[in-house]
């Protein structure tokens, strides 16, 4: 698979921020609540059903948060 931040690396930097926003407890990983918030703040007009739906797609691993590289990916 290619490396993304090669291809990209303006859009992969812009992420990178946009997590780092996210996270307001600055813990490296991204929980339900500070989703929603994210989701709010960007006008999303989504469901909290959809919001979930949203955070399990993007939580790959399954454990329960967000990391930096699954929000990336």
Known sequence: MPDRT???PAAHRELVEEFAVADRDQD????F???KLLLEG???AMSLDEMQMGFRE???DR???????EFVD
């Open 28 to 31: 490296g990983r991204i929980d």
């Open 33 to 35: 609540e500070e989703f």
């Open 58 to 60: 993007v939580d790959a």
């Open 63 to 69: 454990d329960g948060w967000i990391d930096c590289r």
């Open 6 to 8: 090669t291809r990209h």
């Open 42 to 44: 960007l006008d999303a």
